[in-house]
């Protein structure tokens, strides 16, 4: 494999690397351009082995330090996996909320299920909203991620959205018989249903910024990402590159 080859940018800044030396630096930011070798990207464990170890893997990397984790985060082969993280997670998160709401909240089995239903759908569906707006932003931007990586990031991501939806039960939860609302009407005085819906927004959007921040990191990590090369000598599209995993 010739690295860097025409394809070749650098993974920090973008800067196209071809011609230069491997053993340099970047001419633009500085960055060893062995650092940009398609050759780091071998992550995360799960995209080869899916299993509660790698899930595991991804959990602590997320919370520990996620940009290595993106950084070297595989950009080509197929999506199957990453889906099938995203589907634990949201059904992870759906029997959370079905104990939390039957246990603290206690409807009956039919509303906690429908509630719980919902819940799941929207993991899935919000994680989907946030990919297509990644991959309309990477566009206009000019970067590298395409909407196979943007689906990959935000499937991997999906696990931010266990905390978030813990705090927006609770919020719920806790103002089921109105204790907040009484709590903030003694507070400020004027507060009406309107209020209470905009404070459950806000708090829902703050218990969002998790998965908006780790999705920011992703793309930050991937947007010159460098796939490995079908051939030597050939420049290849980042999408087109997809040896291997796919079957
Ligand atoms: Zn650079």
Redesign the pocket.
């Known amino acids: 494999m010739t690295f860097p080859n025409p394809d070749t940018r ?1 993974e ?2 973008g ?1 196209v690397l071809q011609g230069l030396s491997a053993e340099g630096g ?1 001419p ?2 500085g ?1 060893a351009i062995r650092a940009s070798s398609p050759e780091h990207r071998t992550g995360p464990l799960w995209q080869e082995r899916p299993g509660p170890r790698a899930g595991l893997d991804i959990l602590v990397s997320l919370i520990r330090n996620p940009k290595p984790f993106f950084r070297t985060m595989r950009v080509d082969g197929s999506n199957v996996y990453p889906r099938l993280f995203l589907l634990l997670t949201a059904m992870g998160i759906g029997v959370g909320w079905y104990i939390g709401a039957r246990w603290v909240y206690r409807p009956g089995p039919g509303p906690a299920l429908i509630q719980t239903g919902i819940v799941v759908l929207s993991v899935v569906v919000l994680s989907y909203i946030e990919a297509v707006g990644v991959v309309y932003f990477s566009r206009r931007r000019g970067w590298r991620v395409t909407y196979r990586m943007a689906e990959r990031i935000v499937c991997y991501c999906s696990i931010a959205w266990a905390p978030a939806a813990g705090v927006i039960g609770g919020a719920l939860m806790l103002n089921a018989d109105g204790g907040i609302d009484r709590a903030m009407k003694s507070l400020i005085g004027v507060w009406g249903a309107w209020q209470s819906i905009e404070l459950m927004v806000l708090i829902g959007a703050v218990a969002m910024l998790w998965f908006e921040i780790l999705v920011w990191i992703g793309v930050r990590q991937t947007r010159h990402a460098n796939a490995h090369p079908r051939a030597p000598h050939k420049a290849v599209r980042v999408e087109k590159t997809s040896p291997g995993v796919e079957t």
């Open positions: 650098c920090d800044c800067y970047c633009e930011c960055l």
